[in-house]
């Protein structure tokens, strides 16, 4: 039996991917998305050295990996949302100041100076 497929190794790979998930949540939950997406390699290696079929223990990692992904994915809907509503808020006052500004009268030139005296 090689080290990769011994029950151990599996088990600690199985951990890693969880540990590596509880690491998205709190970058997610951060708003770093680039050290976010930095790790998306490291998830395809771990999921890549888990085996088929999955050893007994790996269950409970395995649940623990899904909940905490499904949290990120709230987490980057939840900042998406946050992004999406704050440009739709620039884009309102882009076009309030632009109907604001279609309002004032236009002159040529420069404004004029009145001289008192």
């Known amino acids: 039996m090689s080290a990769a497929s011994a029950p151990g190794a599996q088990s600690t790979a199985y951990d890693a991917l969880v540990r590596l998930t509880e690491q998205e949540l709190e970058l997610a939950g951060e708003g770093r ?63 309030a100041a632009h109907g604001y500004g279609r309002s004032l009268p236009q002159r040529g030139g420069q404004p004029r100076i009145r001289a008192e005296g």
């Open 33 to 95: 998305y680039n050290e976010l997406a930095q790790l998306s390699a490291q998830r395809t290696q771990i999921i890549e050295s888990l085996s088929a079929p999955r050893p007994a223990g790996a269950r409970e990692s395995l649940e623990r990996a899904l909940a905490l992904q499904t949290r990120v994915s709230i987490e980057l809907l939840r900042r998406r949302e946050q992004i999406l509503i704050a440009l739709r808020r620039i884009d309102l006052h882009q076009r």
